[in-house]
């Protein structure tokens, strides 16, 4: 299946672009295991799936499912334990890119696509992102949950298409999760799911993305990488 070739793309980042799984669950068990020392808690340890699982969600959809219920009012703290930890994390000198990932954006930048990005983040983990794995050069617009005019993801794509200047029958949302496509489907935009285990959006999506930078060129109406 192809898609009109857009003018705007915008990205998720988290499972979309970044590879959080090959690190997000052993930060958050160490964070756990020092706010449980600190507070005195006894916290069940995640699983990689468990942890994986909140992965895209927003706020304490993040953070209290690994609280016991008495306790779930204090994903903050929480979450103002870990996310120092996340933010050193994906700024070392480690790529948590996926393969291809640099090379699709600027390839796709070079054929004179606008790049957005938007991320159920807050602006300290999405200074991270940014900056530590480098996606605010790549990219020409970047919005969180703390950007000007946003308190959600929708929010996030109708402010990529008014700061472009491009409308909602020109441009397309990329992402793996639920919100990604709840997004896109309240501003009209078409969907692309970049395939995972955690959960099935396939019937809902205009294309079924398996990773390869090729691969969505090709649906994209654009030349493959490799040729270029």
Known sequence: MALERPRLVIF?????????FRWWAPVLRRGLEVFAEREGLDLAVPTDDEANAVVGMKDNGVWDPFLP???????????????????????????????????????????????????NCR???????????????????????DSDRVETKTDMLRCALLDSGIDAQHAVMVGDREPDLEAAEAVGLPFIWRQNDRCDLTASSAFVWDGDPDRFCEVLDLPRISSV
């Open 69 to 119: 219920p008495e306790h779930k009012h204090r994903w903050l703290d929480l979450k103002k334990l870990v996310v120092p930890m996340e933010v050193a994390e994906i700024s070392s000198d480690t790529d948590y890119l996926f393969p291809g990932i640099r090379e699709l954006l600027e390839h796709l930048r070079r054929a004179g696509l606008a790049l957005a990005i938007a991320s």
């Open 12 to 20: 998720d980042v988290d499972g979309t672009l970044h590879d959080t």
């Open 123 to 145: 602006a300290q983990y999405f200074a991270g992102v940014c900056d530590g794995l480098g996606l605010g050069p790549l990219t020409d617009h970047q919005f969180c949950l």
